[in-house]
């Protein structure tokens, strides 16, 4: 027996999977591609971080990403040790492999959503410096957090609330870099 949390979870996941299509499949496994190991997240700060003019902006999404995968990734993740969907379900019904997930199936916990705490993170500290280029970002991080449920490796409330921890860890990281670069400019 599940928790009410977690039927919900994998109604939502169930009716998602029954009008799965052909052209989604594509779509969505190439758009959650981008979070791999937050690769894309990583690159996008760095390049950020080699302009003066973004330079800010870069170390803040560093740095947001940095809190993410510390708090997300290390800690709840095994503190909570949510088991994935894909095989809850396998349990639930006796199975081995039935869900097909379309994309690699990961093997470490589910909550929270690594994909979609990066993408909110990035997205929110980009938008606290580049309104337009940010809101851009949290489209997109919508759609990856998304995805995540497309491809039945995460619960909607994994994704919620890898967004959500990727918007508080963009909003300190904002506050710290700006302390350290208005302290540096009155050093100066």
């Keep these: 027996m599940v928790d009410p949390v977690t039927a919900w979870d994998m109604s939502g ?26 690769l894309f997240f990583i690159a996008l700060g ?11 902006c870069g170390l803040t999404v560093a740095v947001a990403l940095a809190i993410g995968v510390i708090v997300g990734n ?3 993740k095994n503190v909570v040790a949510r088991i994935r969907p ?22 470490d916990w589910s909550f929270p959503s690594g994909h979609t705490m990066a993408a909110f993170a990035t997205a929110t500290a980009v938008f606290g410096y580049y309104k337009k280029a940010g809101l851009a970002l949290i489209i997109f991080a919508v759609i990856m ?29 904002i506050k710290l870099v700006n302390a350290f670069f208005a302290r540096r400019e009155r050093r100066f």
């Design 13 to 38: 996941l169930m009716w998602m999977y029954a009008h799965r299509n052909d052209l989604l499949d594509g779509f969505f496994s190439f758009i959650t591609h981008f979070g791999d190991k937050g």
């Design 86 to 107: 894909f095989d809850l379900y396998d349990v639930m019904n006796g199975t081995k492999d039935y869900i097909d997930t379309i994309v690699k199936r990961p093997d």
């Design 145 to 173: 957090g998304f995805s995540r449920f497309y491809l039945f490796v995460h619960y909607p409330t994994d994704i919620i609330c890898g967004g959500i921890l990727g918007i508080i860890s963009a909003f300190i990281a």
């Design 46 to 56: 760095l390049i950020l971080i080699i302009f003066s003019k973004t330079r800010k």
């Design 74 to 76: 290390v800690i709840l």
